[in-house]
């Protein structure tokens, strides 16, 4: 009612119909809370047809009233609102001018929420509307283009006005109609008279580009049309190759001629020339193969193919195709002045970098692509032509003239675009020496386009080399000769966007598998020194975060010895980290740096805990909005942060209250895992006094995560929470299963469920195997405890409990934790249990198993057990190369599983049940024990 009511301010009503459209998305289907009713919903559906009736003035409000009407539509159509179609229709066909753009506005909105349905009987219904509205919208596009040609030649402009925007509206459905509401097994027969339609009327409205003038409104609207009507044809090709089969001469013919002719030279514009252009690239492409979404057999596929080829070569033949690329590179490859304007204006996102499906919209990477293509597929025809073009890289222009200049630069860039291609053709260390390095020792400011360009070419050789396509090995001689010339490139009188493109050059260099620390070494000074200017020198984030990319592969590929050259580095990043509050993304490029720097310093990174914990400290912190960003890359720094540290101080431990923080919110978000490693690095470097502070409240988090009835995890977070728990008892185990002795329990009532997750099996198992060998006490009290709440015998929990840890042995797949496993189930057979006792031969079953695995080289007399550390280990050359992992092989020299060989424990064991229990009853129980098992035991024994 208040948008409907043109006496109301213009904006009440625009909000009023927003409000409505909103409501629309969230109330409107019957399975959404507080549903309008269907009563309501039939009056609402007439009070917005006759809004139809009554057209809206205002063009912002009637394209909202006609989304409005479109989700409607798309839910209700046709089973609760089938008149809409032909109410819409009828409008249309009404000679008020208003009231029909608004039912052809409408109409377009409708159409497009139809085709955006995917499900079968959605699509039958689509295609039947398809049929019945075509021929009479055909005819309405055509009169109403014929007609605005007409007004235009008579410089009546508003007749030609209105005339155009129905001609676009019109074509906007016909377009959807098309592409998604045809059937190929019985396409809509006026198919044929649409495309000539359009072939013929796409050069009458190009040619009056010209006498439209300064009628910027018209000339816009027109342009749109010729734009709508290029991309009917690639969507056609795209959606539907076979029925475009008939169409390919004509359109080939069309986009050849309206590029390369000097006949529409001067009406072409640039939006038009890409839609050309990938018309182009998209039928030659279809040479080779089929789009990806056509489900046809491999034999149709093949004919289909057939025909097109026979099809575009009778166009694009090898008598014209050599013709066609040379246009390209002339007319397409060469800077323009315009391109010449936007490095001075703004060099910094000059060179941004690229990709995806960016040929769709820009030019250049257009022209790129479909020449790439047609050499492809002209290859044999081609390529002579172009090993000639590539011979004029062998004249150095004069720095005055700048044609020739740009000239060179297209041949280079040619030469960038066809490396892959071209590799057995042109040998890349003579191409260097000879006219690479020439042009780059030019200092002149014109030979800087050059020197652009010379790195770009430099980067893309070096990248094929690297993915194999480059054969040969380049000598260490030529990698210094490379540093060099990418040093001289990076120096600080020369142009930013050479600068910054040398960077990515020295990138990919230095991210090569034959990268050798020692013969960089001699230039890390200078690179980093370079780099770091030209980091402060810059404004631009996107041009930061390239730069901050490449002084972390910098970092990452040189290590420590980096650490000479880090502190101007450390200088400048805590004003770039204040100065982009704004920009999360430059801050995570921020995070990544310092990440891959404290890798690089290692314990010495203690000296940037200043700048460092608090930026941990922020981008950690889930009350503040920008750790939606930050938070991936700052959890990482944490560990690499505790990694690293020598000790743990009050700022780290002040830290911890942002883990509180993540881990009781780890319910609903999926930083559980990230948050539970940083937890263990805690407890590993804090130890006991850090447990002494914490271990209460991880008690109560780790219950609530693990068996809380509303954050239940059956699986994967479950796990990596007892994982830690593992970590704590073996670090502390009597002091451990006394804090956590509420989750005991219930970790020994799941390990009595034999459809336990495997993984969840198997790190439980591993827990009860730590508290039975280092904890019995602990262990026994709990097999009370469960007795008791049971209301069963201790003595049948503990042989059910044995009897699913021996059957479930093989879902233990860590042979530190099967081994432990062997050695709990050992420590307890001289104890007279009767469970233990039964299950005798069965423990010495798993036993020999797991003795297989750690001493593999028994059969060779070698009965060592490779899990038990050494010096070797601790200090040998594969030592740990940060602290933690220092503090954690100490940690595990001190654990049974790594300094007690399983063998001797086992044979000790035995020994001891043999006096517990005499010899009688010892000879008794070794009887139930297989023969083999007793034979290659006793070899474990020797």
Known sequence: TIFSNYEIQTNVRWMAVLYF??????????????????????????RLLSAINNPEPVNQIATQIAVLLSKIARVDFPRHWPELVPFL???????????????????????????SKCLFNDRVIFSQIANSLFSYLLQQWIENTDNFVKFVSQQQNNEATTMLNSSLLILKVLRKLILYGIDERKPISELKDFMDALFHRVSILLNLRGKLGTNHVLSQSNEKVLILILKIFNGTQDQHPVLFIPYIASSLQMSITFIFSQEYLDFLFERFIIQCLNLVKAIVSTCSRLPPRMKISHDDEIKITKNYQEIVRGIINEENVAQIC???ISRFFVLTQKDLFEWEQD????????????????????????FLVIFNEYEVAVKPAVLQILTGVATFPDPDDLNGILTKDAIYNVTRLLSAQLYKDINFNEWFGNYLLQDIKNGHPN????RRRAASLIETWMSEYQHGMNLMRLPPSFRCTLYETILLLLSPSEDVVVRITASSTFRTIIDDFDFSVDQFLPFVEKYALHLFQLLRQLNSCDAKMRILSVISTMIDRVGSQITPFSSELMQYLPQLW??????????CSILCTLTGLIQALKSSSAQLYPFLLPVIQFSTDVDKPPHIYLIDDGMELWKMTLCHAPNLTNDLLHLFQNLQQLLEKGFDIENLKRSLEVLKSYIILGGYGFMKVYSNWLADLFFRLVYSDDTIRPGGHAVDVLKVLELIF?????EGPQVFQNLLPRILEDSLQPQEYPPKMSIILALLGRLLLQNTTAFFATIDMVATRSGQDNNDIMKILLQIW?????????PEHRKLSALALTSVLPLKHRAVFNSFSLILNLCVDVLHEVCPDHSKGNLQDRLVLGEKEMFGPDAADNEEETRARQLAMKDPVHNVPLNQFIKERLDACHIAYGSSSFTELMDTVDIEVKQQLVKFFE
Not at 97 to 111: E, F, G, P
Not at 347 to 370: A, F, I, N, V
Not at 730 to 734: K, V
């Open 347 to 370: 060099p910094e996102d000059y060179d941004t970098e690229t990709g995806g499906e960016e040929w769709k919209y820009s030019l250049r990477p257009c022209t790129e692509s479909l």
């Open 326 to 328: 040379q246009t390209l």
């Open 806 to 814: 021996t059957e479930k042995i093989d879902v233990i797949l860590k």
């Open 730 to 734: 073996r670090e502390f185990p009597n």
């Open 21 to 46: 459209k909103n409501g629309v998305d969230r109330y409107w289907r019957k399975s959404a809370p507080n549903a309008i009713s269907e009563d309501e919903k039939a009056m609402l559906r007439i």
């Open 578 to 587: 204040q100065d982009s509050d704004e920009h999360n993304m430059l801050r």
């Open 447 to 450: 030979y800087k386009v050059l």
């Open 89 to 115: 229709l009828e409008a249309v066909q009404s000679t008020h001018s208003l009231k029909r753009n608004r039912a052809l506005l409408t109409l377009h909105h409708v159409i497009k929420a139809f085709a």
